[in-house]
């Protein structure tokens, strides 16, 4: 007979073999269950992140509507010509910060390649960190004439 298992009639419990691999195969379940809650974590968190940035977005581009739609002639031309340091914003009332940079493009679609007037391109960048998800782009156009 084999000696691990060599037990007398009286004898209970486990062998040392039995406790290890007992042992390992629960440690191995619980590092892959931690492993697979900070994942699930990680996630949560950048999905948060993206929404917060998203309102955020979505708040600055309609107050620009607003302020256009007050004196749609002279804010959309005021609003196309924005200096370079008015194009990024920063809101605070969120934690982090998230920063918005804007960048205004003429919108170039009419069919002989001219800019269609009244509307520009508006390219949005919202960033909160320095990683690599950390940001999240956007695309829109705005008229002045809704």
């Known amino acids: 007979m084999n000696a691990c298992f060599n037990r007398s009639l009286g004898e209970r419990g486990f062998t040392m073999t039995e406790v290890?691999?007992?042992?390992?195969i629960v440690t191995f379940v619980a590092v892959a269950f931690l492993m697979w809650q900070k994942t699930t974590w990680t996630q949560t968190k950048l999905t948060n992140r993206r929404m917060i940035a998203s309102q955020v977005l979505e708040k600055q581009i309609e107050a620009r509507r607003m302020v256009i739609?007050?004196?749609?002639?002279?804010?959309f031309n005021a609003f196309k010509t924005?200096?370079?340091k008015d194009t990024i914003i920063t809101d605070n009332t969120t934690s982090p910060p998230i920063k918005v940079?804007?960048?205004?493009?003429d919108t170039l679609k009419a069919p002989n390649g001219d800019a269609i007037k009244n509307v520009v391109s508006v390219k949005l960048v919202a960033s909160w960190g320095s990683g690599k998800f950390?940001?999240?782009k956007l695309w829109t156009n705005i008229s002045q004439n809704f």
Do not use: F, M, R, V
């Open 101 to 105: 940079e804007w960048k205004i493009y």
């Open 134 to 136: 950390d940001s999240l």
């Open 20 to 24: 290890i691999i007992s042992a390992l």
């Open 82 to 84: 924005i200096s370079g």
């Open 69 to 75: 739609a007050l004196d749609p002639t002279a804010n």
